[in-house]
């Protein structure tokens, strides 16, 4: 059967016709038309203020962005140290000017609690989060009483986030940690495609949990794997991760059973559809790793990253030639990031910043699915991706305590959340086979495809 073009609870996107890949529709929040007339879920909560801690880095600055793309406009605030670094902000990001700066420093308690005044949410997006040892926003965001969410990417981090789950219920505060577009739209997209196999949805699209025989029915193996062509146009923070990712082992699950390899190992070919191909990944210790396993209780989980080709030599190089405790030291691999930064934005200008995310399920039925996301720039996707999380929560989508974006407390509407994560997507879908993503098959006839 021929794939569908998406629905209007997804969102249209411009792959060709016999490409457009489809879900069921759900019913969303309020949708208006956007400028290419496309109906787009709006945050319905007019009036908020939304701190972006890291606001004038790249990550922030693009989540900023795309939160005033939001139909209620809300007040975005532009966290940061610096007042030169605004200033530098709003030269590559014109359409902040009407956006705030707020001058805060965020291992210092006394200027968080005073940024907090009249905020009702915080997104930390103020990276890397690799060997950070303090919670310092989020421990200020309780005091407060202060909605938080973070686009961690580091696995440590995020389950000391998540450790303080049950002070979050204690003080009536909704907070998602790893909320950003891997991790985070990536795990909703497999929780997505896990609670349709389950039958987990009511005809409203929200989530119920399963019962009966369609609980019979459980997901055995996740593989999430990712595609960014150079370093994504995100800047320097995304190399200083990358490059304190080098030095940590990877920890991965096999039949239940966790199982430790050294980083940037075990290289896979994964084919990302039109636009990206075949491209090699490599294992890389992430936090959705933990959270699926944990969460979504899949027995086998695994994460792999790549990019460039060429840089993913230079990345295999800097794990195998550069001393551990060197890439375990932030001060050493945020110069070294720094040296290496002209050099990539140089080769970036000629690879571009395309983004590309495949999930794919295994369950103990023998059936198989796997979802899509592609998009031109990950400068843009992230924005939209983290703002789609701050929506849901303005929303007042998620519940007291601390989650984890799987988690079915984290967002009441997966697909209204994933409708605005995947804006500008030249490819989405989601409870695809794989052929109908894989390159460009070609029909045979009798329902057949090569």
Known sequence: MAAMQLTAALGHVNTPKSRQLSTRRQPAATRRPDRRGRGVTVCEASGKRVLVLGGTGRVGSSTAAALLQL??????LLGGRKQSSYAQCLERRPELKGSAFCQCDITDQASL???LGGVDLVVHAAGPFQRKEDLMVLETCLEAKTPY???CDDSDYSKMVKAKHEAAVAAGVPAITTAGIYPGVSNVMAAHM?????????????YVGSSGEAALVNPTRVL???FTAGSGGAGPTILETSFLLAGEDVTAFKDGKAVTVPPITERRVVDFGPGIGRKGVYLYNLPEIFSTHTYLGVPSVSARFGTSEIWNWAMVAVARLVPKNVLENREAVGKLAALSDPLVRAVDSIVGEKVSMKIEID???GTNTCGLFTHKYLSESVGYSTAAFANAMLNG???PGVWFPEEPQAVKNRLALLELASRGCFAFGLNKQFWQIEGDPIQLGMGMYL
Do not use: L
């Open 397 to 399: 989508e998620t519940e």
């Open 224 to 226: 999430y794997s990712y």
């Open 194 to 206: 896990i609670s349709t196999a389950r039958k987990e949805y009511d005809d409203d699209g929200n």
């Open 363 to 365: 369950f103990t039925d």
């Open 71 to 76: 139909e209620s406009k809300p007040d975005v």
């Open 113 to 115: 609690t005073a940024a």
């Open 149 to 151: 969410m973070d686009i």
